[in-house]
């Protein structure tokens, strides 16, 4: 896929009235916005609209689409509008891509602007529909996100180390196949980690495990081993008897190593020689991608193998990407945002992006 697009300052703005496709899909609680810092990555593209005179009309999702048709559907029902009418209606038209609701939004503007890199990997119709009948560009956003991790995967300054972490394999199978054909090192932890030691005939205990990705797992070890690609796993494990209940609350652990987890016990947590691996070979790489945490990061006592590798990639002189989600959370609440190169907005579409996959939403924009 091209991901050398134009952007705002490729085209002329003077005058126009430009739709602008932001992600103000803000976390609430009681109607009060908890974090601004999606509205905030907005403001250089709004600013930069304004002062070359654009007429700028800005739009975002709020919530799941789904919800939100629901919610309408049950105070249409209520108004007494007829069931069959309701169903018709447009919001069904933003996640089906439907011609009229992107030709609808369209009509109002003379550019199409696209800078919300979290609704990118959707093919709606404010993310992809709309530039079927407008000029559409990137924002500086989505120029940065794409600039950024484009160049990590297609040209990357080695050695190129990726981390992922996360519960299931099931959920990572493109990424690490895709990224096994580009990286010189490529560490797995988190809950995934397991059925890998599984595949490596170690007993994991309670562990979460997908036992219908052992075969993938073992293929993918083989892959790594005929390409000469480092593929690190756990050495130890932080394991307890049952999940925290809750899931910050207080929990008994300790350390073994990861080819002697007991029975009937689980891993949380990489252990402390796992995390002192992992930072080695973040700290002498020269590009560094990760995504997902390596164990259960909501619970202080099962966060330190998160922490270490945020702490890793903020010691390190490489180039740091963090893909969205818990890893993106986990750099910013410990301080780390203004130590790593380039903090990903958006989790799903980071991920795809890992995957090699075409974004939908970024198709759609011009090439330079």
Same mark, same amino acid.
């Given at each position: 896929?091209?991901?050398a697009?134009?952007?705002?300052k ?25 974090s ?5 990555? *907005? ?26 048709y629901?919610?309408?559907? $049950? ?12 169903t ?8 089906? =891509? ?5 030709? *609808?939004? *369209? ?19 404010s993310t ?9 560009v ?5 120029? $940065? ?12 300054e ?23 054909? $580009? ?9 995934m ?5 599984a ?50 609350g ?40 990760? =995504?997902?945490p390596m164990?259960?990061?909501? =619970? ?7 922490? *270490? ?13 963090v893909?969205g ?20 907005t ?11 996959k ?11």
């Open positions: 896929m091209n991901y697009k134009k952007s705002v490729d085209v002329d703005v003077a005058g126009k009235k430009v739709l602008l496709r932001c992600d103000f899909n803000v976390p609430t609680k009681d109607g009060v916005i908890t601004d810092k999606r509205i905030v990555a *907005a403001l250089p593209t709004i600013k930069y609209l304004l002062d070359n005179g654009a007429a700028v009309i800005a739009c975002s999702h709020m919530g799941k689409p789904i919800a939100t629901d919610a309408y559907v $049950k105070k249409q029902t209520e108004k007494g509008t007829d069931p069959a009418k309701i018709e209606e447009a919001w069904k038209g933003e996640t089906k =891509n439907n011609p009229d609701l992107a030709k *609808a939004l *369209a009509s109002m503007a003379e550019l199409y602007v696209s800078d919300a890199f979290g609704t990118v990997h959707r093919a709606h119709a992809a529909g709309v530039a079927d009948y407008l000029p559409a990137c924002g500086f956003l989505i120029e $940065k996100e794409i600039g950024i991790m484009g160049k990590a995967l297609a040209d990357p080695r050695p190129f180390v990726a981390i992922l972490g996360g519960a299931k394999v099931s959920d990572k199978l493109n990424v690490i196949s895709n990224l096994l054909e $580009k990286v010189d090192t490529l560490i797995i932890g988190g809950g980690a397991y059925t890998f030691l595949a490596k005939g170690y007993g994991v205990g309670t562990s979460l495990l997908d036992s219908e990705k052992l075969d993938y797992c073992k293929e993918m070890m083989a892959k790594a081993e005929e390409k000469g690609v480092k593929l690190l796993l756990p050495i130890d494990t932080v394991v307890a008897k049952n999940f925290p209940d809750p899931i910050d207080p929990i008994d652990v300790e350390t073994v190593s990861s080819s002697e987890i007991p029975d009937d016990m689980m891993g949380l947590d990489i252990g402390e020689k796992t995390r002192e691996l992992f930072a080695e070979a973040a700290k002498s790489a020269k590009t560094v991608v990760w =995504n997902g164990g259960v990061f909501e =619970n202080p006592t099962l966060a330190k193998g998160t922490i *270490a590798v945020a702490q890793a990639l903020a010691d390190s002189e490489a180039i740091t990407i893909g989600g818990d890893s993106a959370a986990a750099c910013e609440q410990l301080g780390f945002a203004d130590k790593i190169t380039h903090i990903s958006g989790g799903g579409a980071s991920l795809e992006f890992l995957e090699g075409e974004l939908p939403g970024v198709a759609a924009l011009l090439d330079k």
